[in-house]
C-alpha cells in the first residue's frame, strides 16, 4: 500500500511539473479559508480533491503546491483536476503572504527584510495539521510531498529539507525555475 501510494504521488508531482513547464492558460477554482493561530489570523487556500473523495472513504496523498513571488493560493493551471482524479491525489495550494498586502511571500530567512518573527516554516506544521484533520488524507510522511513554482520552488526544498519526519517527496527538479 505504502509503495503504491508513493508511485502515485510521484506520478501527480511529475504530472505537475509538465503542466506547469507547458501552460499559460489560467482557470478559477474555489478558495478556502482556516484561522491560524501561529498567524493570528485567518488563511486562505485551494483545495482540489479527487473526483471520488465525496462517495469513497478513502484516505489520501497530499501535495502542498507554495506559489512564487507574485503568487498566491489561487492556483490556476489547467489539468491540475484531471491530475489529481487520475493519480488519486488531494492537492493543497496555500498561500505564502503573512499579510495580504505583503509583496514578497514566505517570510523566511535571516537578513534584514524578514518583517514578522513567525516564519512560513512555523505554519506549515499548523496547516498540515489542520489538513490532516479536515480532509481524509494518508497522515504519513510517504504519502505527503511538497512543490513550488519558483520562490515556492525554493520554499518547498526548504521546508523538505526542515521537516524530513513530515515530506517523503518533494519535486526538487522544479526549485529555482520559473514559467
Known sequence: MKYSNRMNLLTALTGLFLIMIVSDCLMAQEDFSHFSKVLDREKPYRIFLPVDYGTSQKRYPVIYYFHGNTGSHELKIPGVEQLVNDNGVILVAWNGRSKDTDLR??????????????????????????????????????????????????????????????????????????I
Open 105 to 178: 511571500p514566505y517570510n523566511i530567512g535571516n537578513h534584514s527584510n524578514i518583517n514578522y518573527q513567525v516564519q512560513f516554516k512555523d505554519y506549515f506544521l499548523e496547516l498540515v495539521s489542520y489538513i490532516d484533520s479536515t480532509y481524509r488524507t494518508l497522515a504519513e510522511r510517504s504519502s505527503r510531498a511538497v512543490i513550488g513554482h519558483s520562490m515556492g520552488g525554493i520554499m518547498s526544498f526548504f521546508i523538505a529539507g526542515k521537516y524530513p519526519d513530515l515530506i517523503g517527496a518533494e519535486n526538487l527538479g522544479y526549485r529555482c525555475c520559473s
